[in-house]
């Protein structure tokens, strides 16, 4: 806002009269159907029509007896179920000044600056109050009441009802105050047995777990094919500087097979233990050498299988919220075992024989580009029964050859990793229940429509970015005169000198930082944003990749943190993107077809986006997507528009 909000007064106001007598009061099934997060609400009077601080407190006091609810605390009955506990604690109550004219502040962007306008519920609090109100006076003396009241609360007829009645008490001083009903346990009577018809759980609810429960059915440790040679040999690897700039984290994959094209789960075990033979860091541990730095063991101590099955077809649970059920289909690791594998398979079984297979790897093995190429030979062993297996590039002690002396020349350590002064300390955070997951299909029609729109030649995933830089930032709503950037990964294979191998199994990304205005982005040409999004790419050349890899050896013995953001964190006003466009799902074909669905992962950072080849026949690209809750209805809005 042109003139900041300053909080003058905070303070819990009870009813002027008991109302709940401190009776417990369960959740209904209406109550649990509705989100656990405050709700805003912000309205304002002009000088002329507003009340006065003591007479909107007045009010509500009153009002409060007859809505003990909303003066209330959520808490926890004898069975550790949540309820509501009647004990008219109160409500929060925040006064505030804006030295402005409202009639100045309205004429402003509002939604730039109404979140200043209405208290920020503490989620983490237990003994939060369940409804808040920040009154804000503007210098004409103008009025802006803003409210947050928990859903589970209420619902938006019994919140206009209340604030209908909050008014009528103002008006006249207590004396009008109505009896609203709030009996809960008389609303949601169920039959004697109960018998509900729908699959509410998943319907209504929205439960993370399936319609049927995946059940686990058997666990092993798998090692390379004995019929091949050994593929690590007991060696040591060090970790290159680009693996130690990739998270130590495991990063899942689920893809999906209908009956006809699924195989069966001995096939997929019998290719994995052979092309496992040629992918030994995959089935090795990580381990500390002479010096105390972490390596990896190439052991072949093996990869965690498990398999499970769903007494439900796959169509129908494709059918319902992915995202809910997604983390139950690949396998968890114990990030405090030392000897865990690196490399964890779960196959799921569904009822009509159709097969899901969810893989969590550790980052700091392999990248992207290298779990594709791993992909494709897994799947060229099961259709070949181990007998086409590839000859990956696995030698990281080639692909980071320092200079001698080394001469980095760029801040390293605050660009790639969590320097003193890296850009990542800025961020800041949502609970998860705020940050949204999204898909967006573009079909094929979509793409070509943009590259027309640019103009000039330019890639699916530079037209993409620019696009999708444009709506977001749109969406958001952001001063025009901030900045924002996108944190683009770069496969350096091809841009180190000498190239890299492609199929080179390991860590091989850096970062490119493109940056715009947002003024300058909104306004710009598509042309202009993918100029700007190339640039950025092209800094990534062989000086900058050079300096990288001496950075690694001058900091060989350093601890350092690389920049994963944790989950929570808000990207905004900037994003992150990775592509897999170059994952050649087609070429997952186990025998019998590719896979019918590639299943998203949940993305639990604000501003994260991947974009994938779709699965679907008429192909397009997929964009995953995690987005602020308050965000997502604009972006859904004009993600489609090319204006």
């Not at 040629?278 to 972490?294: I, Q, S």
């Not at 129908?316 to 968890?332: F, I, R």
């Not at 992207?368 to 030979?377: D, I, T």
């Amino acid at each position: 806002m042109p003139v900041a909000v300053e909080i003058t007064r905070s303070e819990v106001l009870r009813p002027s009269a008991a109302g709940g007598g401190g009776k417990r009061s369960p959740l209904t099934v209406f109550d649990r159907a509705a989100t656990d997060w405050y709700i805003p609400a912000v309205f304002a009077w002009d000088g002329a029509a507003a009340p006065s601080n003591d007479e909107v407190k007045g009010g509500l006091a009153a009002v409060l007896a007859k809505y003990p609810h909303l003066a209330g605390r959520f808490d926890v009955d004898e069975r550790g179920r949540r309820c509501f506990n009647l004990n008219d604690a109160g409500v929060r109550v925040l006064e505030a000044t804006v030295a402005a004219d409202l009639a100045d502040a309205l004429a402003h962007d509002v939604a730039a600056h109404v979140n200043e306008l209405y208290p920020k519920a503490d989620m983490e609090n237990a003994d939060e109050a369940v409804f808040q109100v920040q009154l804000t006076r503007y210098a004409c003396g103008g009025l802006v009441i803003g409210t947050a009241c928990n859903h589970q609360v209420s619902d938006g007829q019994s919140m206009s009802f209340f604030y209908v009645a909050w008014a009528a008490a103002v008006r006249s001083a207590g004396a009008t105050l109505p009896t609203p009903f709030v009996d809960r346990a008389a609303i949601a009577v169920p039959r004697g047995p109960p018998a509900p018809a729908f699959d509410h759980r998943n319907i209504d609810l929205g439960s993370k777990a399936m319609a049927v429960a995946v059940e686990i059915t058997r666990s092993e440790v798998l090692r390379p094919s004995e019929t091949l040679a050994a593929g690590g040999g007991g060696k040591r690897s060090p970790l290159t500087v680009f693996d130690r700039a990739a998270m130590d984290w495991y990063i899942p994959a689920v893809f999906a097979w209908d009956g006809a094209a699924a195989p069966s789960n001995d096939e997929v075990k019998g290719g994995l233990a052979a092309v496992l033979a040629r992918y030994p860091h995959l089935a090795g541990r990580f381990d500390v050498d002479e010096r105390g730095r972490r390596c990896f063991n190439l052991n072949d101590a093996g990869v965690r299988v498990l398999e499970a099955t769903v007494a439900a077809d796959l169509a129908d649970a494709l059918a319902h919220d992915v995202a809910a059920h997604v983390n139950e289909l690949y396998p968890k690791a114990d990030m405090e075992n030392a000897d865990e594998p690196v490399f964890q398979v779960q196959l799921t079984r569904y009822a009509c024989g159709g097969l899901v297979i969810g893989t969590a790897c550790n980052h700091q093995v392999s990248d992207g580009q290298s779990m594709s190429f791993f992909y494709v030979a897994w799947a060229a062993a099961v259709r070949s029964a181990g007998a086409t297996l590839p000859t990956p590039f696995v030698d990281r002690a080639a692909i980071a050859v320092p200079r001698g002396p080394p001469a980095p020349a760029f801040d390293h350590r605050n660009i790639e990793f969590k320097g003193e002064h890296s850009w990542t300390h800025s961020y800041g955070s949502l609970p998860l229940e705020r940050i949204r997951n999204l898909a967006v299909h573009f079909p094929d029609e979509f793409v070509a429509g943009l590259k027309s729109h640019v103009g000039a030649r330019c890639s699916t995933f530079q037209c993409l970015l620019a696009h999708a830089w444009k709506k977001i930032m749109a969406a958001r709503d952001l001063s025009p005169e901030e900045y924002t950037q996108v944190r683009v990964a770069v496969n350096c294979r091809g841009r180190a000198s000498p190239a890299v191998p492609m199929d080179y199994f390991g860590n091989m990304v850096l970062w490119a930082f493109p940056r715009m205005r947002v003024r300058d982005l909104l306004s710009s040409s598509y042309a202009a944003v993918v100029g700007v999004i190339r640039d950025a790419v092209a800094r990534v050349d062989e000086p900058y990749i050079q300096s990288f890899v001496d950075f690694g050896e001058v900091a060989a013995g350093d601890e350092l943190t690389p920049t994963a953001a944790p989950p929570g964190t808000v990207f905004c006003p900037d994003l992150e993107v990775d592509s897999w466009l170059g994952f050649r799902f087609h070429d997952l074909d186990f025998g019998r077809g590719p896979p019918c669905a590639f299943l998203p992962p949940d993305l639990p950072v604000e501003g994260m986006l991947i974009f994938v080849p779709s699965c679907a026949a008429k192909g397009g690209v997929e964009m995953y997507m995690a987005l602020d809750d308050l965000h997502v209805d604009a972006f859904r809005h004009i993600c489609y528009s090319m204006d």
